[in-house]
């Protein structure tokens, strides 16, 4: 094979993809990555890499890192906001045969980057633009321009719009598609573990309440507290993550809620926040020899904790379906029928567990959470089982 036949252009140098960028090196491809911004970066934020994403990094020699920089959780459990009393806990992490055929991990965001960037780095078959803004593409026969911010362009056989939520690419492929604002806020920031008089579990633990639900979790080898809560309101629809909220707005959100939630909130030095929005299942994620990856085709809401987790699936996906020689246009078809239906299953359930998470009335929450405790307490197995279709899913089957 030679750069001509397999050469790949991404437009996208986050998660989604450098995972691209390497899965597609994997492959025989060269690869071309341009990120706008000039380095390589990640907010103050952690992420949940569960066993299914974690199987990709396997094959990509990456988990071990990944481990060692991350914190690995013994349980994912779900707990009254108020309260604090658990609904149930499923283990994770057990013994020398992890639950899901892979570890589960939290990670710091930038700590992911690091490792992903550094892969490509040293890997001879992917060049990094950073600083290079794309602003559409062409395409011509069987090949893609990407066309560059300066007017210049880029020829591959494949471009691949790894470009997030407000993807330049998607909205050339499909015209303005808006995002839809689901009436929820998000607030983010890191605690480390030695501020705090209660610190969280060390678990994936969700905090259902009311209108509102929080998730707490550990970092960097459960040095760092990682706080997520989510708000219904309307009041305020900003979408940058670099936006700060004052401290007493976020304390006035989940007042009355345990002292392990309360205590994050006014331990914090910043309080980020977000309005979060999605889009339906678009119509293509293609264009002949272009494609999307990520929040650019199925931005997921993180009430699943799989918006990651899809991207990386996507990026394994793709680089298997495509092969030298072979019709670029079909192989990127065939990416999109393996990939799409479960993406959008995993949106529509993100979206769902809202409602799980927010029973408003006593009669509600009994109702959700009652049969819950009594499966956690009697039926372990059932709960656990009710998770492996996201989990125990492994892309890496398709071989590469």
């Given at each position: ?29 060269s690869v ?10 990640e ?14 990094f ?8 990944i ?25 994770v ?7 899901w055929?892979?570890p ?52 591959g ?15 050339q492929m ?7 604002f ?51 309101r ?5 979408e940058?993550?670099?936006?700060q ?27 980020f ?7 339906p ?14 929040d ?11 918006g ?49 998470f ?28 009710r ?14």
């Open positions: 094979m030679t750069r001509s036949d397999t050469h790949a252009l991404i437009s996208g140098g986050g998660i989604g993809g450098l995972t691209a960028a390497l899965c597609l090196a994997r492959a025989g491809w071309e990555v341009f990120e706008a911004a000039s380095a390589l970066k907010m103050g934020a952690g992420l949940q890499l569960s066993p299914n994403a974690m199987k990709v396997d094959r990509l020699g990456l988990s071990d890192d481990a060692a920089r991350g914190f690995s959780p013994e349980a994912l459990e779900l707990r009254l906001g108020r309260s604090g009393r658990r609904v149930f806990s499923v283990p992490n057990q013994g020398a045969d992890p639950a055929g892979a589960y991990i939290h990670i710091h965001r930038a700590d992911l980057l690091d490792i992903l960037a550094d892969a490509a780095r040293v890997n001879p078959a992917i060049e990094i633009n950073l600083g290079t803004k794309t602003s559409g593409y062409e395409t011509e026969d069987r090949s893609a321009r990407l066309i560059l911010g300066d007017g210049s362009k880029r020829i056989q494949l471009l691949l719009g790894a470009d997030g939520l407000h993807s330049t690419i998607r909205e499909l015209g303005d598609v808006p995002a839809r689901t009436g929820n806020l998000a607030w983010r920031f890191t605690v480390p573990l030695a501020d705090l008089v209660s610190p969280p579990p060390p678990t994936a633990c969700v905090w259902a309440g009311p209108g509102r639900h929080a998730v707490t979790y550990r970092l960097r080898g459960g040095k760092l507290a990682n706080f997520v809560g989510i708000v219904e309307r009041d305020w629809q900003g940058s993550w670099t936006e909220g004052a401290k007493a707005d976020a304390l006035n959100d989940f007042e009355g809620w345990d002292d392990t939630v309360t205590g994050l909130i006014d331990a914090a030095d910043a309080h926040r977000w309005a979060l929005f999605d889009r299942p678009l119509e293509t994620w293609c264009d002949g020899p272009v494609t999307l990856l990520g650019a085709c199925h931005p997921m809401l993180p009430f699943q904790a799989q990651a987790a899809q991207a990386i699936e996507d990026a394994y996906v793709l680089a298997s379906k495509v092969e030298a020689g072979s019709d670029i246009s079909v192989a990127l078809r065939r990416y999109e029928a393996a990939r799409k239906p479960r993406a959008s299953r995993i949106q529509a359930a993100s979206r769902s567990n809202m409602k799980t927010h029973k408003g009335s006593l009669p509600g929450q009994a109702a959700t959470y009652g049969p819950m405790w009594i499966a956690g307490q009697f039926l372990p197995g059932v709960v656990r089982s998770l492996d279709w996201i989990y125990g899913h492994d892309v890496t089957e398709m071989g590469l």
